[in-house]
């Protein structure tokens, strides 16, 4: 597995590609965390991230052979979480009752002991939590590709099927609009 490491993800993923199960536990490795974060964030149930996570991962092995190095793989792969995500969302929602915002809250806090962890402090943290989930859908999910999965406007606009002025746009307007809500609260 350690040869593996020098590896470009895309080079993993060609390995991935000829059944290589080391490539892909190198990949998963290596994006695990940042993905799940993002999906919990997005769909704000961390059971139903954790089934996305799974699922993701499973299309990726499954659909192994119609990898096409088009793009980096990060976005790819993010793609077919989103895509999950979107689905699960109009599914999940019509049959359950979303969580309350402080338990989403804690257990979100709970999964930030990595690099994208929010804020340290709780109430802070739920400020701002709720300031993102009062943002508007598409900028919200284009601030947490950018700012707390770390893409690029680019890869975010291959993702989100749009050009990378329209996304930078979107992210300009959600720091905006997160700014304006922040100091409300904080009024």
């Not at 940042?34 to 997005?42: A, D, P, S, W, Y």
């Not at 680019?154 to 997160?178: F, G």
Request: hydrophobic share 40%; charged share 35%.
């Amino acid at each position: 597995m350690k040869k593996n490491l020098k590896l470009t993800n895309e080079e993993l993923m060609q390995r991935v590609q000829k059944g290589d199960l080391a490539a892909f536990e190198a990949l998963y490795e290596r994006f695990y965390k940042q993905l799940f974060h993002f999906i919990v964030r997005f769909v704000k149930e961390q059971s139903l991230a954790e089934d996305i996570l799974q699922e993701t991962f499973l299309r990726i092995f499954k659909e192994r052979k119609r990898y096409r190095k088009t793009a980096r793989f990060s976005t790819y792969l993010f793609t077919i979480a989103r895509n999950l995500c979107l689905d699960a969302l109009k599914t999940w929602e019509r049959k359950h009752v979303l969580s309350t915002q402080e338990d989403f809250i804690e257990r979100a806090m709970d999964l930030s002991k990595g690099p994208s962890k929010i804020v340290e402090n709780d109430e802070l943290s739920q400020i701002l939590q709720r300031a993102i989930d009062a943002l508007p859908r598409d900028q919200r999910e284009v601030l947490l590709l950018n700012k707390y999965s770390g893409l690029s406007y680019e890869e975010i606009a291959q993702i989100v099927e749009s050009t990378p002025t329209a996304v930078k746009q979107k992210a300009y307007r959600a720091m905006l609009s997160l700014r304006q809500k922040l100091k409300k609260m904080d009024d």
